[in-house]
């Protein structure tokens, strides 16, 4: 990644996890325009696999003038999506140390958009979190799940994330019992008709309540090609990103690349 003088990376440590932030430092947190960006990896995304992964995206937000933070599933995302939620919770703690922002921006990837709701939900994160975008989130679950538990005689092969993110399990209905958009956080979910990840696609949208925007890619660049592994690393969603954390209208530049 390439950086200008003012940006470096920095290291948040908790003692909850191990996960590596990729990020800037700066002596005033006034240097920086917005809040801090913290993205929160998919499946089998830890550390420091997620760092390299989520790098060009986090290089992005900083050449936009963000703080950008990266947190890596523990485990790489196979285990209780709770327990990532409240490591979620001390990464966030310390990054807001690190920076003295009263509150951070979200861009949750597949799973990652599961965690930090759950992180908003139950753990104080409605408080702390301005923004939340997700890409590809599992929102409401997968058939992909679905299916690999029924390869798995009903127990999706032992693995407890894939479990939980099955269409109809028991964790998501909790999640999503009531109101889908929880607090005051502005809500922006980014998905791709080209999915074959979450399956359908249309479940990584939310119920709007006033504070939620749903974006299908194609829907503004019907010829654009993006997948859900690559949702992080294109151009075009990036341009919508932008707009999400600036919480004006979604114009995705369908030619960015």
Sequence with gaps: MRFSR??????????????????????????YAGDPVVIVAGTFAGQPLANIFYAPLAARLQADGRQAFIFGLPGSGLGDAAAAAADLNAFVDGVRAQTGAAKVDLIG????????????????GASEVDSMISLGAVHYGTLAANAASLLGLGNCIGVIACQQMSIGSTFLNNLNAGDDTI?????????????????????????????????????????????????PLDGTVYSGIRDALAKRTIWLNCFAL
Excluded at 110 to 122: A, D, F, L
Excluded at 198 to 218: H, M, S
């Design 6 to 31: 003012k940006l470096c990376i920095a290291t948040v440590a908790t003692a909850l996890m191990g996960s590596v932030a990729i990020g800037s430092h700066a002596d005033r947190a006034d240097a």
């Design 109 to 124: 990837h597949s799973q990652g958009g599961m965690v930090s709701r759950y992180y908003i939900k139950y753990l104080g």
């Design 183 to 231: 607090g005051n956080v502005q809500y922006t979910n980014f998905v791709t008709s080209l999915d074959t990840v979450i399956v359908p696609f249309t479940n990584g949208f939310l119920a709007n309540d006033g504070n939620n925007k749903n974006v299908t890619i194609q829907t503004q660049c019907w010829l654009k090609y993006v997948d859900h592994v690559s949702l």
